[in-house]
């Protein structure tokens, strides 16, 4: 089998204006992502989404679609591919950067292989190490009484966990979370995600006066600017502390871990650059003792199921303890598959089928294609 074609669809995805997230790096209200065919002599066809936004890797679906024409196809037709891990390894020596992007081709050569084997991807990747991956609500960084409501709405739909975006102004930040506890009761489990907007010395005192309505995590609390500041801050407080935005690659989680930085890392298939590089993210924080979640960066059906597999078959993720963020397809009025991805409130699973497992809806993906 070869590949014979590489194609993409640029599609302005609007989410759902009640649920726009707003965080110290702004506000993400429409995803400029990139859906990508790859296309192989024997008629299997692979799919893939750059799942990017500008603020967090400097990618968009423009920039995508501009370095996959130029220099990432050329690297792969006539390949074979279910040569992953080669074929990965010649992406990252064609383009440095640009993890977004490279991770749409890699999940659709594992669409291919499982589709040319006959198995799902979480089968390939050594089979489930849990029945669903447990997910948790993000609240963005809105006034008080509307994150309360939202906060409420989704323990209504049956999430028991979630997290609060902080680390926009200190008293407003105190003020939404407190809000949220109250809205949500004890019970469920709480966590904050600051996305680098606290100065270190404000970022220790925050995570201290937060603890007054019991977090469980505290999320890329400093700027992923020097792992040192991370490491102070969690030197001080008692809350873990997880990295996201300071953990793109496996040497920057081997980075975190030797500066003792982080108790859980925050892995995507996208930042990392595909499954096989998030998974051995994920196996540097097994040899530190750490652990790791999945984030999300609002992923559409495509990616949101490539994030299921990883979760499910992945040991050093630990989405029991730390559930995780994929739960981009309820942000959207649709996720443009034919059938939507069974990801509800608190729990998320793949489709039972070959490869990726998932079709897009052409009549759906006209709608929101950018042009
Ligand atoms: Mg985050």
Same mark, same amino acid.
């Given at each position: 089998?070869?590949?014979?074609?590489?194609?993409?669809?640029?599609?302005?995805?609007?989410?759902?204006?009640?649920?726009?997230?707003?965080?110290?790096?702004?506000?993400?209200?429409?995803?400029?992502?990139?859906?990508?065919?790859?296309?192989?002599?024997? &008629?299997?066809?692979?799919?893939?989404? *750059?799942?990017?936004?500008?603020?967090? +890797? $400097?990618? @968009?679906?423009?920039? !995508? /679609?501009?370095?996959?024409?130029?220099?990432?196809?050329?690297?792969?037709?006539?390949?074979?591919?279910?040569?992953?891990?080669?074929?990965?390894?010649?992406?990252?020596?064609?383009?440095?950067?640009?993890?977004?992007?490279?991770?749409?081709?890699?999940?659709?050569?594992?669409?291919?292989?499982?589709?040319?084997?006959?198995?799902?991807?979480?089968?390939?990747? &050594?089979?489930?190490?849990?029945?669903? *991956?447990?997910?948790?609500?993000?609240? +963005? $960084?809105? @006034?008080?009484?509307? !994150? /309360?409501?939202?906060?409420?709405?989704?323990?209504?739909?049956?999430?028991?966990?979630?997290?609060?975006?902080?680390?926009?102004?200190?008293?407003?930040?105190?003020?939404?979370?407190?809000?949220?506890?109250?809205?949500?009761?004890?019970?469920?489990?709480?966590?904050?995600?600051?996305?680098?907007?606290?100065?270190?010395?404000?970022?220790?005192?925050?995570?201290?006066?937060?603890?007054?309505?019991?977090?469980?995590?505290?999320?890329?609390?400093?700027?992923?600017? @020097?792992?040192?500041?991370? /490491?102070?801050?969690?030197?001080?407080?008692?809350?873990?502390?997880?990295?996201?935005?300071?953990?793109?690659?496996?040497?920057?989680?081997?980075?975190?871990?030797?500066?003792?930085?982080?108790?859980?890392?925050?892995?995507?298939?996208?930042?990392?650059?595909?499954?096989?590089?998030?998974?051995?993210?994920?196996?540097?924080?097994?040899?530190?003792?750490?652990?790791?979640?999945?984030?999300?960066?609002?992923?559409?059906?495509?990616?949101?199921?490539?994030?299921?597999?990883?979760?499910?078959?992945?040991?050093g993720i630990n989405a029991e303890e730390f559930p995780c963020d994929i739960i981009g397809p309820l942000f959207y009025?649709?996720?443009?598959?034919?059938?939507?991805?069974?990801?509800?409130?608190?729990?998320?699973?793949?489709?039972?089928?070959?490869?990726?497992?998932?079709?897009?809806?052409?009549?759906?993906?006209?709608?929101?294609?950018?042009?």
């Amino acid at each position: 089998m070869k590949i014979s074609r590489i194609e993409t669809i640029p599609v302005d995805v609007p989410v759902n204006p009640a649920l726009v997230i707003r965080s110290s790096l702004g506000t993400h209200a429409i995803s400029p992502f990139l859906l990508v065919r790859v296309h192989t002599d024997e &008629g299997i066809t692979g799919l893939g989404e *750059v799942s990017a936004t500008p603020r967090w +890797s $400097g990618e @968009d679906r423009v920039t !995508a /679609a501009h370095f996959l024409e130029t220099l990432l196809a050329p690297q792969l037709l006539g390949e074979d591919p279910t040569h992953i891990e080669r074929l990965t390894a010649k992406l990252a020596r064609a383009l440095a950067g640009n993890p977004f992007t490279k991770a749409a081709v890699e999940m659709a050569l594992w669409d291919i292989l499982g589709k040319s084997a006959g198995l799902p991807v979480y089968r390939l990747l &050594g089979g489930p190490v849990r029945e669903f *991956v447990t997910t948790k609500w993000s609240v +963005s $960084g809105v @006034d008080p009484d509307k !994150a /309360a409501s939202i906060a409420a709405w989704a323990v209504e739909r049956g999430f028991r966990a979630m997290k609060v975006k902080v680390g926009l102004d200190p008293d407003q930040d105190m003020a939404r979370v407190q809000a949220v506890r109250r809205a949500i009761g004890p019970e469920v489990r709480l966590g904050v995600d600051a996305n680098g907007g606290w100065p270190p010395r404000v970022a220790v005192q925050m995570i201290r006066r937060l603890r007054e309505y019991n977090i469980y995590f505290a999320e890329q609390p400093v700027a992923p600017l @020097d792992v040192s500041w991370m /490491a102070d801050v969690r030197r001080q407080v008692e809350v873990p502390v997880m990295a996201d935005e300071s953990v793109y690659t496996p040497q920057d989680a081997m980075a975190l871990a030797r500066a003792a930085a982080a108790d859980v890392f925050s892995i995507y298939v996208g930042k990392s650059g595909g499954i096989g590089p998030a998974r051995r993210i994920a196996a540097v924080a097994e040899a530190a003792g750490l652990t790791c979640t999945v984030g999300s960066n609002l992923e559409l059906g495509v990616a949101s199921a490539a994030m299921i597999h990883l979760s499910l078959a992945t040991p050093g993720i630990n989405a029991e303890e730390f559930p995780c963020d994929i739960i981009g397809p309820l942000f959207y009025e649709s996720d443009l598959l034919k059938d939507p991805l069974p990801v509800t409130a608190g729990s998320a699973r793949p489709h039972e089928r070959p490869g990726l497992g998932v079709e897009l809806d052409e009549g759906k993906v006209e709608r929101y294609r950018a042009r």
